[in-house]
């Protein structure tokens, strides 16, 4: 089973933007819905926005509503979470998943947001 893998994560200050990429070519469930989540030191991760690849729609968690945008790129096999304005609340390892996800995890990549 090929785990999704988020990539593009950094250092940024407040106020910052960042764009994270997920792969989703090669996934051998053909999930419709994908999904981002973090996981913020000390805390448990959340999902905090999914994509319906076949029409675009979206939803957010209200921590990131409004600053942060997912988009897919179908053609190309990629899922994108375009994040601006960051908060040093938002540093935390960002993931991609299917929704509901399954079991395996990818790595995830770090962000962090100095204040």
């Known amino acids: 089973e090929v785990q999704l893998q988020a990539s593009g994560g950094g250092l940024v200050q407040a106020g910052g933007s960042l764009r994270l990429s997920c792969s989703v070519s090669?996934?051998?469930?053909?999930?419709?819905?994908i999904a981002w989540f973090r996981q913020a030191p000390g805390k448990e991760r959340e999902g905090i926005s999914c994509?319906?690849?076949?029409?675009?729609?979206?939803r957010y968690a209200d921590s990131v509503k409004g600053r942060f945008t997912v988009s897919s790129d179908n053609a190309e096999g990629m899922v994108y979470l375009q994040m601006y304005s960051l908060k040093p609340e938002d540093t935390a390892v960002y993931y991609c998943?299917?929704?509901?996800?399954?079991?395996?995890w990818g790595q995830g990549t770090l962000v962090t947001v100095s204040s």
């Open positions: 998943n299917s929704d509901p996800p399954a079991p395996l």
């Open positions: 090669g996934f051998t469930f053909d999930a419709d819905r």
């Open positions: 994509i319906r690849k076949s029409d675009g729609k979206s």
